[in-house]
């Protein structure tokens, strides 16, 4: 009697172009009942093909004692089958401390760094991983209620790269019932009755619900999946990219987005937010920052853990928010201070040496209508000064926006004063109450530059 489970599988592989005559294969190998599957489906391939094969188990340290039997029960099933075998332990929940994510995006991580490493290593061409149908429609409803984007909604991909899943058209059931059919042995992962895990939630709780109203849900999930995955691959892409990378940001250019349609801008996006910030971009972020786009400069959205949307006059700037002190700091004469990114001196001198050069980043001042100690921190709003060939009295926020400064900028740039009174809004202009004159006696120099 004909296995109709493999020939299930050797026709999914040959109509996919999964796995090809010498192909060299990495199986991404836990232990469970799926990567078991997948093992056994491609050992019974493997003449037919003269396929070379390899398996890699990585630990992830999660579940003490059973992790350490799984990795050994690999090790043994591989030893006895006379497949090389690789196995990696990770320490992932400090991994997750130290790149803040979850637990089970720094597994995943660990995952496909360890999988590929190995593929690099041994010149591979393929990783197989044992992602079933099951799988497949719980991603997709997670995906859809957390909001995500439809590449997102579009589900686990049949091929993603070197990475291929030949057992996604199996469903959990399936795999089961064959395993027990041909006596084959796997490990059992004790966390995956514990609902707590938003997988294990659907899977006990919902999915059997939905089976209910169809007993063919996962398998229908899976065909929307597929249509709507060649979808978004058969979307074209704008001949100019609105984002760049600029340092540690994400820069859109505010006019190329505005005619960019939102299915591009969001794959494009998402991606990029993913590989600086390790941060999943959902719809309703996405719309939030689509809307910048038409809002007044100077808006700020936080896009979540420290990561922020800011509103220029040409771009939105999407980067971590860094910890800047900008603390009110005293500054004595022949002393110097540090306020943010800059650092500030003032310095006693006999003579001006620099007068009539165009060098903002050095002033004079009248030492006689100063005292000794001065105040370096940021404006207030309604602050005014005189500007040195100015026309009076002036507001701070006025001559920052006549600078073009950035919104974000303005309230952050150092500006010294003397008691309430600005002396100089560093690199810029100087008072005009406390210019050079020739009835001056007491000269101080004053320096702007970027703290190293």
């Not at 089958?81 to 997750?96: A, E, M, R, T, W």
């Not at 999407?318 to 990114?341: C, H, P, Q, W, Y």
């Not at 560093?426 to 004159?437: E, N, P, T, V």
């Amino acid at each position: 009697m004909p296995d109709t489970i493999f020939l299930k599988f050797k026709q999914f592989c040959r109509s996919e172009k999964l796995i090809e005559r010498n192909d060299k294969v990495i199986i991404a190998l836990s232990g469970g009942a799926d990567s078991i599957f997948l093992l056994t489906l491609i050992q019974k391939l493997q003449p037919q093909l003269s396929l070379e094969v390899t398996a890699v188990h990585i630990n992830h340290n999660l579940r003490g004692e059973e992790s350490d039997n799984d990795e050994k029960f690999c090790r043994e099933l591989c030893f006895a089958n006379g497949i090389p075998f690789y196995s990696n332990s990770v320490d992932v929940k400090q991994l997750s401390v130290e790149k803040k994510i979850s637990i089970e995006m720094a597994a995943r991580e660990a995952r496909y760094f360890t999988l590929e490493k190995v593929r690099e290593k041994l010149g591979y061409s393929k990783i197989a991983t044992a992602h079933n149908m099951d799988d497949n429609s719980e991603t997709v409803l997670l995906n859809l209620i957390k909001g995500k984007g439809v590449e997102a909604v579009s589900g686990i991909p049949v091929v993603r790269g070197n990475i291929i899943r030949p057992v996604i058209i199996f469903s959990k059931s399936e795999i089961i019932e064959w395993l027990s059919k041909q006596n084959i042995r796997y490990q059992f992962d004790s966390t995956n009755v514990d609902n707590k895990f938003q997988r294990n939630f659907l899977r006990n709780k919902v999915t059997p619900l939905l089976e209910e109203i169809n007993p063919e849900f996962s398998l229908s999930i899976l065909r929307f999946s597929q249509m709507l995955r060649q979808l978004t691959i058969s979307a074209n892409e704008p001949s100019i990219d609105p984002i760049v990378i600029k340092d540690k940001a994400i820069e859109i250019n505010i006019n190329l987005a505005k005619k960019v349609n939102d299915f591009w801008l969001f794959k494009s996006l998402s991606i990029r937010i993913i590989e600086h910030f390790s941060l999943n971009l959902k719809f309703e972020i996405f719309y939030n920052i689509k809307d910048l786009l038409v809002s007044q400069p100077g808006r700020k959205i936080d896009i979540g853990e420290g990561v922020t949307c800011f509103r220029s006059r040409n771009e939105l700037i999407i980067s971590r928010a860094e910890m800047i002190d900008l603390t009110e700091m005293k500054l004595l004469v022949n002393s110097k201070t540090v306020f943010g990114g800059y650092e500030i001196s003032c310095e006693k001198v006999e003579e001006i040496t620099s007068f009539y050069n165009n060098d903002r980043s050095v002033e004079y001042v009248d030492g006689d209508k100063t005292d000794s100690i001065f105040t370096v921190r940021s404006a207030k709003k309604g602050e005014s000064f005189f500007p040195v060939n100015g026309k009076g009295k002036r507001k701070l926020s006025d001559f920052f926006n006549d600078l073009k400064m950035e919104p974000n900028h303005k309230w952050e740039h150092p500006i010294l004063f003397a008691g309430e009174r600005v002396v100089w809004v560093c690199g810029h202009r100087l008072d005009d109450r406390f210019k050079i004159s020739d009835k001056t006696k007491t000269i101080f120099k004053l320096e702007i530059k970027e703290n190293e």
